[in-house]
């Protein structure tokens, strides 16, 4: 059975630094690309990036460049979310999921709360 | 603003067929067979409902239907339930990125 299963909700500081994790199971790790989806508190779903284990090829949406960091370890199946400084408006839930090569998302995390207050 | 424009809300009554709209450009839906459709309950992550247009993923009902007409996709509900009350959103492969849509709230009156 493929899964997806994410770290925890976070409650942070603005100017903090953190990294989100999704270990993937069931399947070839390598042999996917996994990406994130963020989704502000009552708003829509948005693409911020995605990156292939195998080789670490990583793609970022325009609006993300720059803002996060997207990587993974191989090794275990792993990959990452990282801000290495917390906005408020960073506040929001994070989706990791899997990325077929036609560009659908086939597995989803559960979801991981990131919540960004002073 | 998202790159794929759907209308806020739609509604039906159980029993009744629904179409929710998906447009975009020629860049993104218009110029890929790579559209995708979720579902999104309440306080749960998405599911995915349909994939390249028009297939359905093993265990979605065949009540839930895709298609793409130019630059603009839809999906098609029919024989609504109770349980089909939730958020929809489309998505496109669109060189090298996804694009999704804004999201439209299904009521089942």
């Not at chain 2, 306080?43 to 239907?65: H, Q, T």
């Amino acid at each position: 059975e493929v899964q997806l299963v994410q770290s925890g909700a976070e409650v942070k500081k603005p100017g903090e630094s953190l990294k989100i994790s999704c270990k993937g199971s069931g399947y070839s790790f390598t042999s996917y690309w996994i990406g994130w989806v963020r989704q502000m508190p009552g708003k829509g779903l948005e693409w911020m990036g995605i990156i292939y284990p195998g080789d670490s090829d990583t793609r970022y949406s325009p609006s993300f460049q720059g803002q996060v960091t997207i990587s993974a370890d191989k090794s275990i199946s792993t990959a990452y979310l990282q801000w290495s400084s917390l906005k408020a408006s960073d506040t929001a839930m994070y989706y990791c999921v899997r990325r077929e090569p036609r560009a659908y998302f086939d597995y989803w995390g559960q979801g991981t709360l990131v919540t960004v207050s002073s | 603003q998202s790159a794929l424009t759907q209308p806020a809300s739609v509604s039906g009554s159980p029993g009744q067929s629904i179409t929710i709209s998906c447009t975009g450009t020629s860049s993104d839906v218009g110029g890929y067979n790579y559209v995708s459709w979720y579902q999104q309950h309440p306080g749960k992550a998405p599911k995915l409902m349909i994939y390249d247009v028009s297939n359905r993923p093993s265990g979605v009902s065949n009540r839930f239907s895709g298609s793409k007409s130019g630059n603009t996709a839809s999906l098609t509900i029919s024989g609504l339930q109770a349980e089909d009350e939730a958020d929809y959103y489309c998505s496109s492969y669109t060189s090298s990125s996804t694009s999704f849509g804004g999201g439209t709230k299904l009521t089942v009156l």
